[in-house]
């Protein structure tokens, strides 16, 4: 894949809270929407402990795994952002939404948690994953959408559109300082996809779909080619103009001939918690030999020590 972002502040902080993990090279992509007090710090942690799950799979699983595989990775992070905001202080209000892309053997998987989304032309059918209770923006009457839902907390479809609705459970953990209201997040994966070179992909944050929504991007769909930086700029500054309150973040992907492979080359280091595995690429191999033989000529090149044919003269 080839990325690029655009991202900036809102006007409603000091800082921007939603941070892009770009793995392109590795055949995935991570967009984390954080909010609350420790919003940026929470989306770049979740960011990076999704990309060592993300690599892990890509290593290990099998297509048809896959999707269970990756709903899983992000339960598992929500679970971590729900943790840290009983035990650590200042977390409470602290959330992070994502949108992410991964390519297993070849094939494309999408995936997006509540209020981001996705749009992307593949195999020249629309894709989407619409997001799911969007707040509206300050100057309509309703701040937030419906909330609460008998659904399963993880939806996962083969079709090329996932169906907006809820926003996932809310619901309370009580602790000794207080309580903290918080979400099971509504996760939505989308694939195996085929997919072909060209074939392009958009994610988005929550406050760039709050002003542009993506039933109006899906409409311009066709004119996304050649063209597609213009493209993204346009989406980016027409969202702007509508309400620049949130931080904002759109990343445009393009897919590549590595990416048909879909397999990671011999170099590739993954972390954990538990294990750390190091490789020594060939290139070091080759390096090491070459400075060998330039050390050798060198000494070969050198001239007789002081006395050396003295001291053989007298053992003749």
């Known amino acids: 894949m080839l990325g690029k972002t655009t991202t900036e502040?809102?006007?409603?902080?000091?800082?921007?809270?939603?941070?892009?993990?770009?793995?392109?090279?590795?055949?995935?992509?991570?967009?984390?929407?954080?909010?609350g007090l420790e919003g940026r710090s929470v989306a770049e942690e979740i960011a990076r402990r999704l990309a060592e799950k993300l690599l892990t799979?890509?290593?290990?699983?099998?297509v048809e795994a896959s999707a269970d595989r990756i709903s899983r990775a992000v339960l598992e992070c929500n679970q971590l952002v729900t943790d840290w905001q009983v035990n650590r202080p200042g977390h409470q209000s602290s959330s992070v939404n994502l949108a992410l892309a991964c390519v297993v053997e070849g094939k494309l998987f999408l995936g997006a948690t509540n209020t981001c989304g996705i749009l992307g032309l593949i195999r020249n059918q629309t894709i989407k994953i619409p997001p799911r209770g969007l707040p509206r923006?300050?100057?309509?009457?309703?701040?937030?959408?419906?909330?609460?839902?008998?659904?399963?907390?993880?939806?996962r479809y083969g079709t090329n559109s996932v169906p907006s609705g809820d926003d996932g459970r809310e619901f309370t953990v009580f602790t000794e300082g207080g309580?903290?209201?918080?979400?099971?997040?509504?996760?939505?994966?989308?694939?195996?996809?085929d997919f072909q070179v060209g074939d392009w992909i958009m994610l988005f944050s929550e406050g760039l779909l709050m002003s542009q929504p993506l039933d109006e991007l899906e409409e311009l769909v066709p004119a996304v080619h050649q063209e597609a930086d213009d493209f993204t700029d346009g989406i980016f500054r027409r969202a702007s103009q509508r309400y620049e309150g949130d931080d904002r973040t759109l990343a445009f992907l393009r897919m590549v001939p590595p990416d048909l492979k879909g397999l990671l080359s011999d170099d590739t280091v993954i972390s954990t918690e538990i294990d750390r595995t190091y490789s020594f690429p060939v290139w070091g191999a080759l390096l090491v030999m070459l400075m060998?033989?330039?050390?050798?000529?060198?000494?070969?090149?050198?001239?007789?020590?002081?006395?050396a044919g003295d001291d053989a003269d007298e053992d003749s």
């Open 57 to 62: 799979i890509r290593l290990q699983a099998s």
């Open 9 to 35: 502040a809102g006007t409603i902080r000091d800082s921007n809270q939603d941070y892009v993990l770009d793995g392109s090279d590795r055949g995935y992509f991570i967009l984390a929407d954080g909010s």
């Open 137 to 155: 923006i300050p100057c309509e009457p309703a701040m937030h959408g419906p909330r609460g839902s008998d659904r399963p907390e993880v939806a």
């Open 179 to 193: 309580t903290v209201s918080t979400f099971e997040p509504a996760i939505s994966i989308l694939g195996p996809l």
């Open 292 to 307: 060998g033989c330039l050390l050798s000529l060198l000494l070969d090149r050198l001239p007789d020590f002081p006395g």
